[in-house]
């Protein structure tokens, strides 16, 4: 027996109550993220420009520890000079000043503060500087690296990484927005990694299937109402 208009229809309220608030958040989350291009939210424009230089292999040999190879290393410009960052063979990292080749200690806060003051291009004051173990990162940096946050005052977290001196992230209000609306487009506000979980999927089956029903609903509407018309 073929199936009547009205039972689509019902099936479609009942599919609407159980899809409607997922559609609304997809779509509110969705259009929230594409509002801004990815490079604003990740903070480029917020970054002056690192000069990094080349060095070849066989001029890193002077940085050999008891043997310990050498891997790979970098020049960057710290502060008001040039460092080298070498990663070693069993997966350390270390930093020498560029100019006297003297080992140089991890950074303090000091460092870290003027690290992040020299990045960070609006003027903006320091307003906290905290840090955090490798074991216990912020929700905001999503790397497992020791880091120094810098908090500014127009609520910006630079992150500095504690060995290298490097920048691991900016993070500004509006991305601490847009990670909280892509958890919510991924339904996963915990972790907001998890792209594949049951309630996802779930929703995602039910918002199609509801979509698929309304289509077929066009079109046996039309033979109700060419029914009715004869």
């Known amino acids: 027996m073929a199936i009547k208009h009205g039972n689509f229809f019902k099936w479609h309220i009942w599919l609407g109550w159980l899809i ?20 604003e939210v990740r903070g480029q424009h917020l970054r002056a420009e690192v000069q990094n230089a080349a060095m070849a292999y066989e001029n890193i040999v002077m940085f050999a520890d008891d043997g310990n190879a050498v891997t790979g290393a970098r020049l960057i410009a710290q502060g008001d000079g040039l460092v080298w960052i070498v990663n070693y063979l069993d997966g350390e990292i270390a930093r020498y000043d560029a100019v006297t080749g003297e080992a140089m200690q991890k950074l303090d806060r000091q460092a870290a503060q003027q690290a992040a003051d020299a990045l960070y ?15 216990n990162t912020p929700s905001d940096l999503r790397r497992e690296k020791a880091s120094w946050q810098v908090h500014f005052a ?6 500095i990484d504690a060995v290298t001196g490097e920048t691991l992230a900016v993070r500004t209000r509006f991305w601490r927005a847009f990670d909280f609306m892509w958890g919510l487009h991924i339904m996963d506000l915990q972790a907001r990694e998890d792209t594949s979980h049951p309630i996802l999927i779930g929703s995602a089956a ?7 029903l309304g289509f077929i609903m066009l ?12």
Do not use: C, Q
Request: hydrophobic share 40%; net charge positive; charged share 25%.
């Open 20 to 39: 409607g608030v997922p559609l609304i958040l997809w779509t509110a989350s969705g259009l929230f993220m594409v509002a801004r291009p990815i490079e």
């Open 206 to 212: 039910l918002a199609l299937f509801g979509s698929i």
């Open 219 to 230: 079109f046996t509407r039309r033979k109700r109402k060419h029914r009715t018309a004869t």
């Open 121 to 135: 291009l609006p003027d903006e004051t320091i307003r906290s500087t905290r840090y955090f173990s490798a074991e």
């Open 154 to 159: 127009d609520g910006t977290n630079v992150y």
